[in-house]
């Protein structure tokens, strides 16, 4: 199995909502990755989690609050958040990550979030 | 902080003709990788360079990177409608940050 599952594909919410995205990825990869990407733009790193810590934050607000339960599973908690926060949410995992060398990423189809 | 500049931003090409999209880096990279996104898909990883000078092939695409590791290229030879998309390069963060920082990307279109 060489996917990464991303729920849900599309997601609207209003601003005062609370809701989450979820990744799965069942290569045995230790890294995952959100990425946000706005259209015709590339992606832009938001967290890397690293054998289930959170390694790198952006500087993300805290209205995206991300989540690894397990080596398997990427969580995005949103809540609050602003029309501008619409975009594509990728999700992604490599095999490791040392903190100084960047493996090849595997992405997932991503969620398009709608913030009205 | 270091930047990945990607041209050029569009190209349209008619079906056979050849594309190549170029990567250049502020500062030197120790590995570069390049990415295809299709039209309402999502990235999926091509190939990674690593050496100095190093030229890798994938059939009818062609990988470069630059001697001096500051650059890299991609060329596609007599294009196919399936190459329609997006191809990123991607490169390490500065002082080795662990983060992949990406090119804004050439998309490609080609005239059947």
């Known amino acids: 199995d060489t996917e990464v599952t991303q729920t849900p594909k599309h997601l609207v919410m209003g601003m005062t909502n609370k809701k989450s995205l979820k990744c799965e990825q069942h290569m045995g990869h230790r890294a995952m990755y959100w990425y946000k990407q706005k259209a015709k733009k590339p992606p832009e790193l938001m967290f890397v989690y690293s054998y289930e810590k959170l390694s790198i934050n952006e500087s993300v607000p805290s209205r995206f609050s991300p989540e690894c339960p397990n080596s398997s599973l990427l969580n995005l908690h949103l809540h609050a958040l602003q029309p501008e926060d619409s975009a594509l949410y990728l999700c992604?995992?490599?095999?490791?990550?040392?903190?100084?060398?960047?493996?090849?990423?595997?992405f997932g189809s991503g969620t398009q979030l709608s913030v009205l | 902080g270091q930047q990945v500049m990607q041209i050029p931003q569009y190209q349209h090409v008619q079906e056979g003709e050849d594309f190549t999209t170029y990567c250049n880096s502020s500062?030197?990279?120790?590995?570069i990788q390049w990415y295809k996104q299709r039209p309402g898909g999502h990235p999926v990883f091509l190939i990674q360079?690593?050496?100095?000078?190093e030229v890798k092939k994938q059939k009818r695409l062609t990988f470069q990177f630059g001697e001096a590791k500051k650059n890299s290229s991609l060329h596609i030879t007599a294009t196919q409608t399936t190459d329609v998309g997006t191809y990123f390069c991607?490169?390490?963060?500065?002082?080795?940050?662990?983060?992949?920082?990406f090119g804004q990307g050439t998309t490609l279109q080609v005239k059947p």
């Open positions: 500062t030197t990279l120790s590995n």
């Open positions: 991607a490169g390490p963060g500065s002082s080795n940050t662990g983060k992949l920082i």
């Open positions: 992604a995992s490599s095999q490791d990550w040392y903190g100084g060398a960047v493996e090849k990423l595997f």
């Open positions: 360079l690593v050496k100095s000078g």
